[in-house]
């Protein structure tokens, strides 16, 4: 394996900005990702009060069904004691979802050992997984490639309420049906039939969408000790339960603070995020198993649709005696975070980050600061096809990202258009609508001028259609006979800018264990990668 850097596709004016580390920024950031943050961040963190030993206990107990690591053994005894925390986190998808799940556990897992050696103190990677989270459509689908384009492989099966993805149940035989349908598109490989009876077997074992995940995580991690928690976990909930009433009592003052920020965020040019307003409760309730927003009126939180509406009183009673029934929004969400972990630093994409910068305010509200701030790695990894195309095309692999190549492929379909047939049916159209004009002239001078006028109009644009259906025709058979070619254009484009995106946006990792092997993982955890904002690009 071996990897170049690029710079990076599709970035937006705040990361380019962010990369950058513009001055500017300081007015959302406490902490931007330099080793002079780290090492002031760390030096907070030592006033950080937590108790270690009971979150670590939720986190064991979370993994305690989970196949047995002597290294998460040790990241566990370690956050006991009093280790760091690098941090960040995903959605439940199903077969992990896109690729960049997998590519911040990676960033996780690398940041925390790069801290430990730098500061020398322990630093443990840790992966919230947001099974809170009931938007299921974001999670029952994957994609994988065909001749260029995207196809589409959903799990079906769906609650019509809003149910959290831990305790959305799955059907082992029709997940079991989603997973073989996913193999099929898949070429076939030395590593095809192992792979695709293992997650089989995984679907057999598991019940949730995040027990799933959660099992397919670990299997990837283990090795590197990578602790991994449920959002939703019963016991966590219970842990969060003062968090809960601090943010049930500021709920004003959070909202107010994070709409002035975004404000100033979109007063710099870089857009709104969250659109965050003044009323919103930021958390949400569970009502009869769904999850239900909750907004704010002078004290009282409500959800309108559902008929929902608690006093401050009796939300502060239900974050006391049955926080399990409260979750965090995207507001929240990271300011729970900060509460429950030491976090040295947050690992987040590109939306992710500009969140967190409408939060400085917030958190400074609770005397608390910012983590370091790290984007997460970004990577392409070029299939075996797309390289051998790209060679043999004589593109380079930049081209791919900045628009050269689908150029290039423009200019190579206009050089084997038929000029000649495109011009003579010009001729004929042009010839067509002379003599229709002639007609509709003539026309004109007769009684019936009106409804034969709208007939000859209705037919003229009949003819069109067909002369266009005809050009269209002839272009098909004349590509058809460069098919081969445009055929690598396709695949390329297909496999590593799908719909001009980045890959890790679409597919699974299995798509590439399929195609390299078991090691996959491991190889790219092997790969002396940094964190300065260029695109990873990785060949075998």
Known sequence: MKFDQIDQPNS???MTDFYAQKEELSAYFHNLPNQTSF???AMTLKSHRIDRTQLTKVIRDYMANLLHSEKVDFHLKELEENALVVIGGQQAGL????????HKAISIVLLAKQQREALGVPVVPIFWIAGEDHDLDEINSTFTPLRGTLQKQTYNVRPNRKQMASESMLETGKLQSFIRDV????TETAYTKVLLQKYLKVAEQTSTYSQFFTVMMHDFFANEGLLLIDAAFEPLRRYESPYFEKMIDQAQEIASLVVE???RFQQAGYGQPIQASEDSGNLFIVENGERFLLKHFDGTFKNEAAGLSFTKHELLDIAKNYPERLSNNVVTRPLMQEMVFPVLAFIGGPGELAYWATFKTMFEHFDMELPVIVPRLSMTIIDRKSKQYLNELDLPLESVFNGQMQMHKQDFMDDVKDDVAEEIIREIQQTLVEHYEKLTNHLATT???TSL????????AIHNNQFSYLSRKIEDANLLRHEVKLRKYNHIEGFLFPEYKLQERWFSPLLFLNEVGPTLIDD??????EFNGKHKVISY
């Open 12 to 14: 937006s004016s705040f």
């Open 39 to 41: 090492v002031n961040r």
């Open 95 to 102: 077969l992990t979802g896109p690729l960049y799940s997998v």
């Open 183 to 186: 193999f099929k598109q898949f």
């Open 261 to 263: 920020q975004e404000n």
């Open 447 to 449: 009684q019936a001028s």
């Open 453 to 460: 006028s709208v007939l000859t109009e209705k037919n003229l």
């Open 524 to 529: 790219l955890l092997s790969q002396p990668f």
